[in-house]
């Protein structure tokens, strides 16, 4: 249970600061010219954050030692969440010579943080509804003012009486197994059904290089079975062993609620009620069951042409004769693996629209010619 819990935070917390799966990132990454360096961004940015959490790890255990040696509270007994930030860390500040010099810079660093965590999320929402008809001709500020509203009544209920218990609850199972399974599913869709040679392409039309086959192995082989083995062991997981969460309830002299006694970190875990998992499932559901939805929605859809394509030809990148679609791909995969295909044949996918594919300007066979379906 313990190597289980050790695995799915560990693939939470690398989503959460790689902002893996939420969409800010392709949301900041339209905005780069296609001839960037995609490859490099993405080594500088894995290493800063590795960097940043081992010297936030490091920092984070000084101060809990530290306040083991002060108040005898181990640091195996301390949990993470809010009480981490806000009762464990806060206590040890308090400890420290200038407490009001620390505590003031450990809180200002806190709402950094959020600031800076929302940019990513508030993008992540805007950037597509934009693309919405609706939301097309409003002015940004005001649907950035929308978004953030929405988000602020969202969480509003956080800060009540029982605010804790509901964020508990959208903490463990809101986000999570939905980045993961989102993640997943990136692995599969672009290596698997758009292809590693199309992908592979793509990106040596961008950098000038195709990526090393070490790469190549983990998009799709390691990645994939990775993410499989710690989501099913998850899922197993919380199936099987009913979900707690943390709740303060106060020292052992002096518990918050007499029905709870208090105990020597004042923290104590407390199973979730039958409709909160419910509510959960829910949670874990909702964000996922659109992307099956929209696979099958989009099954015959073909790629349509991008407003640049002749300028992308003049650049040295090809027009593959049939474009991909969903549907097309079942097909090949069918005939794949031995199955009969009842119907004549799939004479929606290649209506109209054009993709392009990058042969790379070193190939003997490169043409500039256009072709539509």
Known sequence: SSGINAEYGAAGQIFYSLSVGFGALICFASYNPIKNNCCKDAMFISLVNC?????????????????????????????????????????????????????????????????????????????????????????????????????????????????????????????????????????????????????????????????HMYWQICWKWVSPLLLIVVLLSSLIKKMIIPETYEAFVGCEDHPINDDIPGTPNWNRKIPFTWWAQFFAALMVIAPVMWIPVFIFWKRNAAVQPIPYLQGMIDQGMVVEEEPFSFGDEWQKFKKRIGLKNNRAGNQVGNTGGCVIENKGARDPNFSQTVTKA
Do not use: H
């Open 51 to 211: 960097g940043t959490s081992v010297f936030s790890g490091v920092v984070v255990y000084s101060i809990l030692g530290f306040r083991e040696v002060s108040t005898g509270i181990k640091v195996a007994d301390v949990e993470g969440g809010p009480g981490l930030a806000f009762i464990a860390y806060t206590t040890a500040v308090a400890e420290m010579p200038l407490p009001q010099l620390w505590a003031a810079a450990f809180f200002f660093m806190m709402v950094t943080l959020a600031l800076n965590s929302e940019f990513g999320t508030v993008e992540a929402c805007v950037t597509p509804l934009r693309d919405f008809k609706i939301f097309s001709k409003m002015r940004r500020e005001l649907l950035c003012l929308i978004v953030c509203c929405v988000m602020f009544l969202v969480g509003l209920p956080m800060c009540c009486r029982n605010g804790l218990y509901v964020f508990n609850l959208w903490d463990n199972y809101s986000v999570t197994i939905p980045l993961l399974c989102v993640g997943l599913l990136e692995c599969i869709g672009i290596m698997w059904i758009y292809g590693m040679p199309r992908f592979l392409k793509d990106i040596e039309y961008m950098t000038g290089s195709v990526p």
